[in-house]
């Protein structure tokens, strides 16, 4: 278990310890709970974000889907129109 020293204003370090209260209660470790699924929340965001921009960036190259052997639908089949 790793420990992080860091430092916030006054208003976050207040919102955030009554909303840490008050969805897992005073009990020992609610604010490293807390703020576990805080920095897991935004590592997951932030991996979502760059998905997303990969994809773009992809969709932006464009896909090469080979080429059009065909005129009609009906070239795809070996039918001859009109026999059953």
Same mark, same amino acid.
């Given at each position: 278990?790793?420990?992080?020293?860091?430092?916030?204003?006054?208003?976050? +370090? !207040? !919102?955030?310890?009554?909303? *840490?209260?008050?969805?897992?209660?005073?009990?020992?470790?609610?604010?490293? +709970?807390?703020?576990?699924? *805080? @920095?897991?929340?935004?590592?997951?965001?932030?991996?979502? +974000?760059?998905? *997303? !921009?990969? *994809? @773009?960036? @992809?969709?932006?190259?464009?896909?090469?889907?080979?080429?059009?052997?065909?005129? +009609?639908?009906?070239? @795809?089949?070996?039918?001859?129109?009109?026999?059953?």
């Amino acid at each position: 278990m790793g420990t992080i020293t860091i430092s916030i204003d006054d208003d976050t +370090e !207040r !919102r955030f310890r009554e909303t *840490a209260k008050k969805k897992l209660g005073t009990r020992k470790g609610y604010l490293g +709970e807390a703020t576990t699924e *805080a @920095l897991n929340l935004w590592v997951y965001k932030q991996t979502q +974000e760059e998905i *997303a !921009r990969d *994809a @773009l960036s @992809l969709m932006e190259q464009g896909f090469n889907l080979g080429e059009h052997y065909y005129n +009609e639908r009906k070239d @795809l089949y070996d039918r001859k129109s009109g026999s059953r």
